[in-house]
T-cell receptor, first 114, second 116 residues
Framework: NAGVTQTPKFQVLKTGQSMTLQCAQD?????MSWYRQDPGMGLRLIHY???????DQGEVPNGYNVSRSTTEDFPLRLLSAAPSQTSVYFC?????????????FGPGTRLTVL | AQSVAQPEDQVNVAEGNPLTVKCTYS??????LFWYVQYPNRGLQFLLK??????LVKGSYGFEAEFNKSQTSFHLKKPSALVSDSALYFC??????????????FGSGTRLQVQP
């Protein structure tokens, strides 16, 4: 098992550009989510999905879109990048997303918006 | 609203000494509490969790955590620290009982520095 994989590892964008952060898992997990990590603020939930075709907003969804067409993949789209979106992005997955489930995290994507 | 607090930005301890990383929580209903560790330039790794049962939870790499309901705390402990334990530690609580969001709310993190 590769677990949770994320690409790219690093990305630099100019303000206004768009891009997609990729996330994939090979554990047949139903639940997937995206977090951003900023210094001194822990991780904050952006969007999540409880299964293919189902997504919902988290704590900080503005400026981001997601879709879940397959169980394995959960891409995060930045529509028009802004410097405030400079952050480290983590994708996570768990079996079913119930309250007792353990979430497994990918290695992260470090994004800089100039 | 559910929240978790880690009052210390950094904890310094000498190798071989016991370590404690503090975490307090505020939730409505039953708390589901987690500890994760993040090594430099890596993703978060699961250490342990408290769901129900014994207040002392044992996890990976010799870590344990004590759930204290009266003090609303879930402190991470290890009897003898190693230099390789130096990392960023996050406490988290599972939200969802009242919002439907099956996600984790994280504390701000505590950097553990173990000196040789």
């Amino acid at each position: 098992n590769a677990g949770v994989t994320q690409t790219p590892k690093f990305q630099v964008l100019k303000t206004g550009q768009s891009m997609t952060l990729q996330c994939a898992q090979d554990m047949n997990h139903e639940y997937m989510s995206w977090y951003r990590q900023d210094p001194g603020m822990g991780l904050r939930l952006i969007h999540y999905s409880v299964g293919a075709g189902i997504t919902d907003q988290g704590e900080v969804p503005n400026g981001y879109n997601v879709s879940r067409s397959t169980t394995e993949d959960f891409p995060l789209r930045l529509l028009s990048a802004a410097p405030s979106q400079t952050s480290v992005y983590f994708c996570a997955s768990s079996t079913s997303g119930t309250f007792t489930d353990t979430q497994y995290f990918g290695p992260g994507t470090r994004l800089t918006v100039l | 609203a559910q929240s978790v607090a880690q009052p210390e930005d950094q904890v310094n301890v000498a190798e071989g000494n016991p370590l404690t990383v503090k975490c307090t929580y505020s939730v409505s209903g039953n708390p589901y509490l987690f500890w994760y560790v993040q090594y430099p330039n890596r993703g978060l790794q699961f250490l342990l969790k408290y769901i129900t049962g014994d207040n002392l939870v044992k996890g990976s790499y010799g870590f344990e955590a004590e759930f204290n309901k009266s003090q609303t705390s879930f402190h991470l402990k290890k009897p003898s620290a190693l230099v390789s334990d130096s990392a960023l530690y996050f406490c988290a609580v599972r939200i969802g009982a009242d919002t439907g969001r099956r996600a984790l709310t994280f504390g701000s993190g505590t950097r553990l520095q173990v000196q040789p």
